[in-house]
């Protein structure tokens, strides 16, 4: 039977995607949770964390002077530790360490083995909402990498993520729904997003659908750990958003088309400033 977490999910300020400041960050929720759950509930939480870990392994190795990333698990002094002994890290970054060590390293397949390693690692080790989080973040990934890949002829595999069936899937279907029709109810919404042509409206799009999504999955979740996973996500959505307040400057935008540029390609216009 899950734990009830009556006075820290009562106690949670309400947030809306439409929030333009918010009085408890992601990093004082996480701080909380920290001190007031058990080990094991706290455990769903890190899994996040370990994208930041990612990064740090990833640049440590391949640029020295790379500056540490605050927030995730590892201190700058242990990702040090790891990259001299990786049998000390945890077993998905250990085999992506051997690996970059191998003669066989390439530093563009090598990225995304990195994120291939990390899904695996994260949809094997748990279930209940996180796993179904998870699995959903990686589905829409790939789907939103494929339609790009198919409108502007693309190579369809050097951006998905192999970590699951769904995965696969997509690279073996030449269909307009990539053969996924009977197995994702949410595809013909993701390929009606993906036609918006404004990309910050569709990027809103997408947070919107995610935002529904959580709260489905989490509508019978009064007082568990999902209620606060559903939470702590929804914290770091509203956060990226506030980042782009006009009055912060329009670095800031060009920051984040540079990161959706990640996932899509774009006329290249966007990338002048």
């Known amino acids: 039977m899950s734990r009830k977490y009556y006075c820290l999910v009562a106690g949670l300020p309400n947030i809306t995607l439409e929030d333009s400041k918010l009085s408890y960050g992601s990093e004082q929720f996480l701080s909380d949770m920290k001190e007031f759950l058990p080990a094991k509930d706290y455990g769903y939480f890190e899994l996040f964390s370990l994208k930041t870990d990612n990064e740090n392994v990833y640049k440590t190795l391949v640029d ?27 077993a998905y970054l250990r085999e992506f360490i051997e690996e970059y060590n191998s003669e066989e390293f390439d530093e563009e397949v090598n990225r995304k083995r990195l994120t291939v390693l990390y899904y695996e690692h994260v949809l094997s080790s748990v279930n209940g909402i996180v796993r179904k989080w998870f699995e959903l973040e990686l589905n829409m990934k790939n789907i939103m990498a494929a339609l790009n890949a198919k409108k502007h002829g693309l190579n369809t595999e050097k951006d998905i993520i192999l970590a699951n069936e769904t995965a696969e899937t997509i690279l073996k279907s030449g269909s307009r729904d990539f053969g996924l029709g009977g197995d994702l109810a949410y595809i013909e919404e993701l390929i009606s997003i993906f036609e918006t042509d404004d990309l910050i409206k569709r990027e809103k799009a997408l947070d919107v ?65």
Do not use: C
Request: proline fraction near 4%; aromatic fraction near 20%; charge should be negative.
């Open 209 to 273: 659908f995610k935002w529904e999504w959580l709260d489905e999955m989490t509508f019978f979740e009064y007082f568990t750990v999902d209620k606060l996973i559903s939470y702590y996500i929804k914290l770091m959505i509203v956060e990226r958003w506030i980042s782009l307040d006009p009055g912060t400057g329009k670095d800031l935008f060009y920051k984040f088309v540079e990161e959706l540029q990640n996932d899509f390609q774009f006329p290249e216009e966007f990338g002048k400033k």
């Open 64 to 90: 020295h002077d790379h500056k540490y990333i605050p927030g995730g698990i590892y201190s700058e002094d242990r990702i040090e530790e790891i990259l001299e002994e990786p049998e000390k890290a945890a």
